[in-house]
Nanobody
């Protein structure tokens, strides 16, 4: 099982980044894929989630209208398009997979660092 997050980097306030989460080793279509982030000294928080089958999505309030999550089933990849970034978005971003019928995220990838400079 592998979840490979990529796409992080350094951007200025107001900039954009697209994170990718490439999944392998499990039935991608049967899992919800979520993005989480953890800033230095803070707890990890859920940012967004893409449901496995019905196209449902979730966003935490602070990113609504700025972030967009999408799934490419052909590539077993989930993307997080992040726009109008602010320094408060600075964190390490992780993707994780949860069975559609489950409550807990079973698989986690290594993070990708996003740094937004003011």
């Amino acid at each position: 099982v592998q979840l490979q997050a990529s796409g992080g980097g350094l951007v200025h306030t107001g900039g954009s980044l697209r994170l990718s989460c490439a999944a392998s080793g499990f039935p991608f279509d049967d899992y919800d894929i979520g993005w989480f982030r953890q800033a230095p000294g803070k707890d990890r928080e859920g940012v967004s989630c893409a449901g496995s089958g019905d196209g449902t999505t979730y966003y935490t309030d602070s990113v609504k209208g700025r972030f967009t999550i999408s799934r490419d089933r052909a590539k077993n990849t989930v993307y997080l398009e992040m726009n109008v970034l602010t320094p408060e978005d600075t964190a390490t971003y992780y993707c994780a997979a949860r069975p559609t019928t489950g409550l807990e995220y079973e698989y986690w990838g290594r993070g990708t660092l996003v740094t937004v400079s003011s």
